[in-house]
């Protein structure tokens, strides 16, 4: 039986959504749009659809923040994994079968990992999962949650090593150096196992694959000078980016990517033409499109960016990963956001086996490094969350959904139960 044509190269699929805190609410239940878009690149790959080796499905915002700050998502990332790994059997071109690798969860931001049966699942090891808040005082409001994972290889050889990472970061398009400060925070705190025993905890960058997705917030920072920035708040612009030739030529303005050029965030990664689709952010409930939001410019917020170790620090705008499909899904309304979806092909592995780990190559005036007082920044995070979380998740419980209304109705108690233990005391 031939080859069909890249079957030497793994499929991965990426996906993230920004529910704007709908999620115990449930996802659309037709996913088919964002979690199945193979059938639009089906002619790319071959003939006959292929299903992807590996998915990644990440969320932000995924439930209200002081049921995550209580640490209560278990029961919703639990539903999630079940309606996804579903469907994307369901909708499997060849009825194929997907095991969940891992999956991880900090407050609202949430990461799930699946490899096919037929294929890495058999194979996969060394799985491990990680996180990191880089909200005020470490909580996991704002941060990353990450996947690694090593894939040996079939001849007996050590393989090669696949990291993911889903990150929320600082909002609002004045906060740029807030966001700046956020990546790196990650890139030294979202540790994972040494790659020796006497080596360091290893930064997201020590790997073969590495994947960064989620809700960045990076904004359209639209000059006064430009002949838009009076109505990029206003419904017209929107109609503007309904043409790709405005959309690309507003990516100038687009903040991660004048940030990556100075090299001051995302170093080494990659990213496909974002600009080819809407933007993805902001949008009012139930609608399609994006009418105009006071104070918010449409923004590409939601990205997916990628490295892998045959890519060259000498020719940094090209690599090794060939991004089949980049887009936004207009029809999910349920939030502010649209879900985006990547469809990327690796490159193939290397015809000798590896008798080392590879890593991602990096310019020379770049040494990402790990935080030593990360441990100490993970558990303040963490009671932090927990102690304002469960504070927060009684008053809503008094206040029957309400946290302001549990609040008067948790001090007027306190009040009567004073005036009641002062009067029984005179009596």
């Known amino acids: 039986m031939s080859k069909t044509p890249h079957s030497d190269r793994l499929l991965v699929q990426i996906a993230s959504y920004n529910t704007n805190l709908q999620g115990v609410l449930g996802l659309p239940q037709n996913l088919v749009d964002w979690l199945s878009p193979t059938l639009q690149v089906s002619s790319f790959l071959s003939r006959e659809r292929r299903a992807p080796d590996i998915v990644a499905v990440g969320f932000q915002e995924l439930l209200p923040l002081h049921l995550g700050l209580s640490g209560l ?14 469907h994307i059997e369901a909708n499997a071109p060849n ?16 990461l799930l990992v699946y490899a096919r049966d037929d294929g890495l699942a058999r194979r996969v090891c060394d799985v491990q999962t990680r996180w990191a808040g880089c909200g005020i005082g470490y909580m996991g409001n704002k941060g990353a949650v990450g996947v690694r994972f090593r894939v040996p290889s079939q001849d007996g050889g050590m393989g090669e090593t696949f990291t993911f990472v889903c990150a929320h ?22 540790l994972f196992s040494p790659d020796s025993p006497d080596s360091p905890p290893s930064t997201i960058y020590s790997t073969s694959h590495l994947f960064l997705l989620g809700d960045f917030n990076f904004r359209l920072e639209i000059p006064p000078t430009h002949p838009l ?20 030529e507003l990516k100038e303005f687009d ?34 499109i994006n009418t105009g939001i006071p104070k ?8 997916i960016l990628y490295a892998t170790y045959t890519d060259s620090p000498e020719t940094p705008e090209k690599t090794n990963i060939t991004n089949i499909l980049y887009t936004a ?27 080392t780990i590879p890593h991602i190559r990096l310019p020379p005036h770049y040494t990402p490094t790990h935080d030593p007082r990360a441990t100490f920044k993970r558990c303040a995070g963490r009671v ?44």
Request: charged share 20%; with cysteine.
């Open 296 to 303: 918010r410019t449409p923004s590409w917020t939601d990205r």
């Open 73 to 86: 998502s278990k029961s919703v990332i639990d539903n999630k994994n079940a309606l996804i790994l579903s």
């Open 229 to 248: 920035f009076h109505i990029r708040h206003q419904p017209q612009f929107a109609e503007a980016l309904s043409e790709q030739a405005t959309r690309e």
């Open 169 to 190: 970061l600082t909002p609002f398009e004045e906060k740029l150096p807030n966001r700046i400060a956020d990546y790196k925070h990650i890139v030294g705190n979202l």
């Open 384 to 427: 932090l969350d927990r102690s304002i979380g469960i504070v927060w998740w009684l008053f809503t419980l008094i206040g029957a959904g309400s946290v302001l209304v549990g609040a008067v109705n948790f001090f007027l108690g306190m009040g009567a139960l004073r005036w009641w233990g002062s009067s029984a005391s005179r009596a």
């Open 95 to 110: 009825k194929e079968s997907y095991s969940l690798v891992a999956k991880v969860v900090n407050v609202g931001v949430a």
């Open 329 to 355: 899904i207009p029809s999910y309304t349920t939030s502010d956001h649209k879900p985006i979806v990547s469809l990327l092909l690796l490159p193939a592995a290397p015809p000798t086996p590896l008798t």
């Open 255 to 288: 903040q991660l990517l004048v940030e990556k050029r100075k090299g001051n965030v995302f170093v080494g990664l990659h990213e496909g033409e974002f600009w080819r689709f809407k933007c993805s952010y902001k949008y009012q409930l139930g609608r399609w």
